[in-house]
């Protein structure tokens, strides 16, 4: 199936509304370190389309008579380097908007500004990852994801032309970027964002080995915390409670402090959550 219902973790802690998924793609171009995905998506890092894939989705949403909104996408940014040759979420986005669904567009891309034009007066909201503002810093977090800067411009041009804004802050990686939580917060707030997601990073043995060789130090300080006083949820090491429960209050103070809605992502500490958590209270 292309368009499948969103769920993947079957857990307590992920508290999205019924939703679709869909991704045109297979794999992602960023090589983000911190990746959930690369554990378990074959060929991760060498992102290809899904065969057929603008055919299929014409076929199944022909099936669907519940227009539950789509989220876009949640593994493999759709704004990723095959797009802009391929143009395969362009082409979705329209096929979806013409078949009156809502839809979620999760991106660390730039790229979405091409398609402003079939963005505009429909009803979408883009969420937009930014875990720091350092550009040396998501050199090597995320080393082929749009900069820091372009990811801030993105926000603030979709919030000027009335398209609503998420941001995720995520994940949030004690001695990395942690200290950048209020800033971060404030930038995004002031360049349009409407609502915050957060997250702590969780451990993976494939993300936890490329975060380790880019982050020595960091990572051997944060062995112990993850390793021996961690707690595994679903296959993941989370960093102790009391520690990803500061993490996230700091979050969310900062974004009451701007009149911003706010929810954790599958952290568990649903007193903090102000809003739903990914941000589909934003649809038009």
Known sequence: ????????????????????????????????LY?????????????????NVIRKLKEEIKKIKDKRYVSIANSSDP??????KLKLTR??????????????ILTKSDLILRDLDILK??????????????NWK??????????????????????????PTVVRIDPIIPL?????????????????????VSSTYKVKKDNWERMKNEFPEE???????????????????????????????RVFEEAKKYGLSFSVCREGFFELNTSICDGSHLFK
């Open 219 to 249: 990572m051997k300080k944060l062995e112990h915390f993850y390793f021996s006083r961690g707690e595994k949820i679903h296959g993941y090491l989370y960093l102790p409670k009391n520690i990803r429960y500061n993490l996230m209050r």
């Open 176 to 196: 990395i970027n942690d200290c950048e939580i209020e800033e971060i917060v404030k930038t995004v707030a002031e360049n349009g964002a409407k609502h915050i």
């Open 35 to 51: 990746c959930y995905a690369s554990s378990y998506i074959k060929n991760f890092n060498k992102p290809r389309a899904k065969k």
């Open 138 to 163: 998501a050199k090597k977090l995320e080393p082929n994801a749009p900069s820091p800067e372009k990811r801030i411009e993105t926000l603030r041009i979709l919030s000027e032309n009335n398209i």
């Open 1 to 32: 199936m292309i368009i499948s219902n969103f769920d993947p973790w079957k857990s307590k802690l992920c508290t999205c509304p019924l939703k679709y998924s869909f991704s045109p793609y297979v794999g992602c171009s960023h090589g983000c």
């Open 79 to 84: 704004y990723q380097e095959l797009e802009k």
């Open 91 to 104: 082409e979705s986005i329209k096929i979806f908007l013409k078949n009156n669904f809502k839809i979620l």
């Open 121 to 134: 007066n429909s009803s979408v909201v883009v969420s937009i990852t930014i875990t720091t503002l350092e």
